[in-house]
């Protein structure tokens, strides 16, 4: 057959068919016309193990777009479902295709799949095609939440496939290239939980321990999973408020089982700070808002509570008692993950009664204010005081005698405490209004410098001896009107 490649440089494996195949259909990505790589994450390559030459040849393009298939793979399309904004459907891979699972040079398993690689079974209408700034969209987004330390999936590439799309108008088609743990999903769960088959559900759970959960435990594996989950989420979300970052799209199949940051649609990072904001199109009553993730995160994962309860035990009402005791344990969870993150970023090694009041007054300041979350945290740590209005104001100047008074009470040094605030405070992140000018420059006039430009500044956003001033900036008002789309 003209479309398998029979490159010895990269080996998969697809341990997930051996599930029941209700789970998933085996799927071809659909041929091209004219692939062409405008972005190769090379770092990522050579970290996983990947030979940068193959995937750089036209062969590689060929493998990247899903053109042709490696020897002996077996592509598939996953199965699951969701609550979308608190509907619950069927869905499916409607445009992605999962390759494979490659073991990396640490021995570590993840998946690669191609996502806008056209229709699938369970594509709903749609085409199950991308266009280029949704895509470019992700690679950046996500490498840059990968740089602060976030857990996310990876962009490996992007393909141009010289064949447009429509989408209210005609677009340049591409391909994204992904690097997940894994693509379980609470909607995985979700969907065997809705077969009303137990075995495939267990079946399902002991492959997710199995990839995902490795370790010592005592008693029930299924409340295990359970509890690492929320445990995993809890801290996942505490990040993402941590640096101001929106998902836009928090359904359940978007929450990923192994804690990872998945599905990049609308999303993006808050500049003025404002509990309240939502910057997707299509989130029109502000369910997924900034303020409203970590309780989102926390009904998501009642959703797969309920999904394994069968699992949980034999006797309905243990098994609902034996979830509700994990899904307790979330929201102090993720109040210490968070509380704790905003004490690194000022600068605090210990705790106190004070904090929770030092904190939260100091988010109300800026909050009355409408001051840049990031800068806000950046200008404390290098005590920059004269570059924000903020800094002037009478409850702020109460605010700041209240935090020293705070640090002298630590052993640590003044010194010290800046030093925690350097790991904790990004000096940069992926800001709307670069993002949107590097999709400009690449969609609209193949210029991929901006792009290039941004990401590299996005690697190193704690260091603090080399900080690009130009990235720190933001246009006033970026945040009033600013729409992301899912792209689909």
Request: glycine fraction near 8%; proline fraction near 3%.
């Amino acid at each position: 057959m003209d479309r398998i490649l029979k490159d010895k440089t990269i080996k998969l494996e697809n341990t997930y068919a051996k599930l029941p195949s209700r789970l998933f259909t085996a799927q071809y990505p659909e041929k091209v016309k004219e692939p062409k790589i405008v972005a190769l994450n090379k770092t990522l390559a050579k970290n996983l193990g990947i030979d940068v030459s193959f995937l750089e040849s036209e062969e590689g393009a060929n493998f990247l777009s899903g053109n042709k298939i490696l020897d002996g793979t077996i592509p598939i399309a996953q199965a699951y479902a969701g609550h979308q904004f608190g509907y619950f459907t069927t869905l499916g891979d409607g445009r992605a295709v999962l390759l494979g699972e490659y073991l990396t040079k640490d021995g570590e398993r993840v998946d690669i799949q191609l996502k806008g690689s056209g229709r699938t079974p369970y594509s709903r209408g749609g085409d199950g095609k991308a266009s280029l700034g949704p895509m470019l969209r992700e690679y950046i987004i996500s490498e840059g939440m990968y740089a602060l330390g976030i857990p996310t999936t990876r962009s490996l590439a992007v393909v141009t496939t010289g064949e447009d799309v429509f989408r209210e108008e005609f677009l340049q088609g591409a391909i994204l290239t992904r690097i997940a743990k894994s693509h379980i999903r609470v909607g995985t769960f979700q969907f065997v939980s809705s077969l009303g088959n137990k075995e495939y559900l267990k079946e399902l759970a002991d492959y997710t321990l199995d990839r995902h959960f490795k370790g010592s435990y005592e008693g029930n594996p299924y409340e295990y999973l359970l509890n690492e989950v929320v445990k995993r989420q809890a801290e996942l979300i505490s990040k993402w408020q941590l640096v101001g970052f929106i998902h836009g799209v928090m359904n359940t199949d978007n929450m990923a089982i192994a804690g990872e940051t998945i599905d990049y649609g609308p999303c993006a990072f808050m500049d003025i700070y404002d509990p309240s904001t939502v910057f997707s199109s299509i989130d029109l009553n502000g369910r997924y808002a900034y303020e409203n993730q970590p309780g989102i995160g926390g009904w998501n994962l009642a959703r797969f509570a309920e999904a394994i309860l069968p699992l949980l035990d034999d006797d309905k009402d243990k098994a609902i008692e034996i979830a509700n005791v994990a899904l307790d344990r979330y929201n102090q969870l993720y109040l210490n993950n968070w509380y704790s993150g905003m004490r690194r970023k000022l600068g605090l090694f210990n705790e106190e009664e004070v904090d929770k009041d030092l904190i939260e007054g100091l988010l109300s300041i800026m909050l009355k204010y409408k001051v840049d979350y990031t800068n806000t945290f950046y200008n404390l740590t290098i005590e920059k005081f004269t570059s924000m209005d903020i800094f002037y104001m009478d409850e702020f100047k109460r605010w700041y005698t209240l935090w020293n008074e705070r640090l002298s009470r630590q052993e640590e040094s003044k010194e010290e405490a800046r030093k925690l605030m350097e790991k904790n405070n990004p000096t940069v992140i992926p800001r709307n209004h670069r993002v949107e000018e590097a999709l400009e420059a690449a969609v609209n006039r193949n210029d991929y410098s901006v792009m290039e430009n941004l990401i590299e500044v996005l690697k190193n956003p704690y260091d603090y001896s080399n900080v690009n001033e130009e990235y720190t900036k933001f246009p006033k008002n970026i945040d009033k009107g600013y729409k992301t789309y899912c792209g689909t």
